[in-house]
C-alpha cells in the first residue's frame, strides 16, 4: 500500500489563508472587536479595585470622620485629590478618640493650594500632627531614618518634582524629602506637612502669598480612625455619629461602592458591546464560514481524494480559524492595551474614578481570557463547514464544486 502524501499541514495553512485577503482582514477585524471590548472591560474594573486597594491601604484607616456637610467633598478627596479646605464647626475630633473600640484618631487639615512651579493646577495639601498620624508612619518606617521635620513635606507621585528640592505654598517654602509610592488615588496629587507648619504658612500668607490663607486654631478637617481588631468599623461609625453631632462617616466599603458605581455605567456598555458583538459576529462569521465550506468543497475533496483523512481536514479547518481568531484577538488586546495605557490620565478624570494600571500578571490572565474568548467564538464558528466535510463524500464533493 503506497505511503500518503507529505501536505505540508502548516504550509497549507498559511497558503489558504493567504488565499482570502480581504475576507480574513473582515474575520480578524471581528475577532478583534470582541477581544478589545473584553479585554477593556476587565482592564478597567481591575485598575480601579487595585487603586483603591493600595489607596486605603496607604489611608491606612478604617473610618474616615468628616464634617456632615463635607462628606462629599472629603470623598472626592481621597478618590480624585481635588483641591478642597473645610473644618469641623468645634474641636470634636478629641470626643472621637475617646469613643470605645476607636484605637487611634488621627487629624488632619485640608489646605487648598494656590498654583505651585510644581503642577499645572492647584494641588490638595494635607496638615497632620506626626506624633499621632498612621498615613505617612507606614511609608516612613519603610525609609528608616528620615523623618517629618520643620518645612519638611512628603509628596505624592503625581507632583512632578525631586527629593531635596523646594516648593512654595503660599510664599512659604518647603523642602521635599520624600515621594509617596503610586496609588491612582487623590493621595498622588497631595502635599502632606505638619500641623505647626501650616500655621506658620498661614500666618506669612497676609505678607507673602496674593491671598490670605486663614485656619482656624485647634480646628481640623478630618480624622482618620482606626478601630481596635476584632471591632466592626461599622458600628464604631454608627457611635461617633451618635455621640458626635455634625460628623459623617466615610467607611472603605463606601469608597468601594462609589467607584464601582461610577464604574458600573462604562462597565456595562462595554460587557454589553463585547456581548453584542460576540452574538452577532458568532452567525456572521458562520456565514462567511458556510461561503468558504461552499468554496473550498473541490478542494478539500481533492485532498481527500489524494489521501488525506478526515483528521487532517477536521484539523486543517479548525487551525485556520483558530488562527484568525488568535491574530484578531493579539490585533485587539494590543491596541486597547495601548490605549488604555497612553491615555490613562483621561481616563481617570472623564470617568473620575481612581487608577492604576494592573499588575502584570493581572493584564496577562485579562489578556489571556480575552484571546480564549476570540477562540472559543473561532471554534463554534468553524463547526459548520467541519460538519459539511466530515460528512461528505469526496467524488459527490467534487461534482457539487464543478457546478
Known amino acids: 500500500m503506497s505511503k500518503p502524501p507529505d501536505f505540508h499541514f502548516f504550509r497549507l495553512v498559511a497558503r489558504n489563508l493567504g488565499n482570502r485577503p480581504y475576507r480574513n482582514i473582515a474575520t480578524i477585524f471581528a ?9 477593556s472591560s476587565q482592564y478597567l474594573m481591575s485598575g480601579a479595585q487595585q487603586s483603591l486597594d493600595a489607596g486605603i491601604s496607604r489611608m491606612g484607616a478604617d473610618i474616615l470622620v468628616v464634617p456632615e456637610d463635607y462628606a462629599g467633598a472629603g470623598q472626592t478627596v481621597i478618590l480624585a485629590g481635588t483641591p478642597t479646605s473645610f473644618f469641623f464647626e468645634d474641636s470634636g475630633f478629641e470626643k472621637i478618640s475617646r469613643i470605645p473600640g476607636v484605637a487611634k484618631a488621627s487629624p488632619q487639615i485640608y489646605i487648598a493650594t494656590l498654583f505651585a512651579s510644581c503642577c499645572a493646577a492647584p494641588v490638595q495639601m494635607i496638615a497632620i500632627d ?6 505617612i508612619a507606614a511609608w516612613l518606617k519603610e525609609n528608616p531614618g528620615l523623618r517629618l521635620g520643620k518645612d519638611d513635606i512628603i509628596i505624592g507621585s503625581a507632583i512632578i518634582q525631586n527629593v531635596g528640592n523646594d516648593l512654595l505654598f503660599y510664599g512659604h517654602t518647603f523642602h521635599v524629602v520624600g515621594v509617596l509610592k503610586q496609588t491612582g488615588m487623590g493621595v498622588d496629587n497631595a502635599v502632606f506637612t505638619r500641623f505647626e507648619d501650616a500655621y506658620v504658612m498661614a500666618e506669612e500668607s497676609g505678607q507673602k ?12 478637617s478630618a480624622v482618620l ?4 481588631p476584632g471591632t466592626s468599623p461599622a458600628v464604631v461609625a454608627s457611635e461617633i455619629m451618635a455621640q458626635v453631632p455634625g460628623t459623617k462617616t466615610i467607611l472603605p466599603n463606601g469608597l468601594l461602592n ?33 461561503m468558504v465550506a461552499h468554496e473550498r468543497r473541490k478542494e478539500v475533496s481533492i485532498l481527500r481524494a489524494l489521501g488525506a483523512t478526515k483528521a487532517f481536514v477536521v484539523r486543517l479547518l479548525l487551525v485556520e480559524s483558530f488562527s484568525l481568531a488568535i491574530m484578531g484577538g493579539c490585533i485587539g488586546i494590543g491596541v486597547s492595551a495601548t490605549i488604555l495605557v497612553l491615555y490613562q490620565d483621561f481616563i481617570m478624570h472623564l470617568l473620575k474614578i481612581p487608577f492604576i494600571i494592573p499588575s502584570l500578571t493581572t493584564i496577562l490572565v485579562q489578556g489571556g481570557s480575552a484571546l480564549l474568548l476570540s477562540i472559543v467564538v473561532g471554534g463554534v464558528s468553524a463547526l459548520y463547514p467541519v460538519i459539511i466535510f466530515i460528512r461528505s463524500e469526496p467524488y459527490e464533493s467534487i461534482r457539487g464544486g464543478e457546478s
Open 209 to 220: 502669598a496674593v491671598k490670605k490663607l486663614i485656619i482656624p486654631e485647634e480646628k481640623v
Open 31 to 39: 475577532f478583534a472587536i470582541i477581544a478589545a471590548t473584553f479585554f
Open 258 to 290: 462609589a467607584v464601582s458605581g461610577q464604574l458600573s455605567a462604562i462597565t456595562r456598555i462595554l460587557y454589553g458591546a463585547s456581548l453584542a458583538v460576540t452574538i452577532v459576529s458568532v452567525p456572521l462569521l458562520g456565514v462567511i464560514s458556510a
Open 130 to 135: 506626626p506624633k499621632r498620624d498612621f498615613t
Open 225 to 228: 480612625v482606626k478601630v481596635n
